[in-house]
Each structure stands twice: as C-alpha cells, then as structure tokens.
C-alpha cells in the first residue's frame, strides 16, 4: 500500500516577505559582524564561544554544556576548540568526575582577547542592529525569538540522538 506524502504547506506572499526579509538581514549582519571583528583575529563563532566562557563561572564550562547552549554540535565545538587552543584562548581540561567528560576553559589570553574585542563587537552590534529598533521592536523581537529559539533548542537536542521531521502547526 502506498503512503501518501503530505502536500507542503507553501508560503503566502506575506510570509514569504517576512521570511526572506529575516534570512538576508540575518545573513548580512553576520557576515558584517565577523568583518568587524577580524581586527581582532577573531570570528563570531570564537566570539560567541569566548563570551559563553566569560560568563561562566570561573571562565570554564563542560564541553557538552558549551555545545548546548552555543546551539552548535560537539563535533563542530571540538573543531572550533582546537583552533582557538592554537591561538592560546582556551584549553580543555579532563572532567575528574566523569572521565568521558572535557571542559572548555578560557585562558588569561581569551579573556584579554575577548575584553579587547568586545567594545567594538557591541559598537558594531549597536550601530547595526539595536540603535535601529525602537523598545517595542526589541522587546517583540525577544518574545519572538525566545519562541523560536525553544522550539530549535529541542530539534536540536534530539538531533543529537534520533533526526526529528519538522512538523508545520
């Protein structure tokens, strides 16, 4: 017996607008932040895992943690990580308590590289993005995000075992 596939639930021009608008500003605003930050020998991604690490506490969090809460996979942190231990910004410790487990910990060099970088990462931020939203617009874009980000956190934490098929709503 055959299955029947689902129709695909097509865009309407109003999503579609919406969603393109999102996609190339998202994409632009990237890219413009990792420019502005290659003054600093440093990509967003090593930014984004420096600022993880700055905020934890005593600069130093599991790897799986890390990995989790950057919303990226183990085995693209581990590359991540080796690149920026080459650069002296963090080292991986073995976890005591569980021999299967590392810890990403900053190094005094990530911290001076990432309290370096992170007045012209925030000019670069502010003058990009926030200083063109009113309150309300951060305030939506927050609850819309936060939204988004919930349901991507779970697909992502189940991609780790089994692939989910995302399901239209």
């Given at each position: ?7 695909p ?13 999102y ?23 090593d ?30 942190l581990s590359?991540r ?51 063109h ?25 189940d ?11």
């Open positions: 017996m055959a299955i029947k596939k689902e129709e639930r097509w865009l309407n021009p109003r999503e579609m607008k919406a969603w393109r608008s996609i190339i500003a998202s994409r632009r605003l990237l890219e413009a932040l990792d420019t502005d930050l290659e003054g600093h020998d440093l990509s967003m991604a930014y984004e895992v420096l600022a993880q690490l700055s905020d934890a506490p005593g600069r130093k969090m599991r790897m799986s943690e890390l990995a989790e809460i950057s919303m990226i996979s183990k085995s693209r590359h990580m080796k690149v920026m231990e080459k650069a002296g910004w963090v080292r991986r410790e073995e976890c005591t308590s569980d021999k299967r487990g590392y810890f990403a910990v900053m190094t005094d060099r990530g911290w001076k590289a990432i309290v370096k970088a992170a007045p012209d990462h925030v000019a670069s931020v502010r003058g990009r993005f926030v200083d939203l009113t309150v309300k617009d951060q305030e939506d874009l927050a609850k819309i995000f936060d939204r988004v980000i919930g349901e991507l956190r779970g697909q992502f934490l991609e780790t075992s089994t692939p989910k098929k995302i399901v239209s709503k």
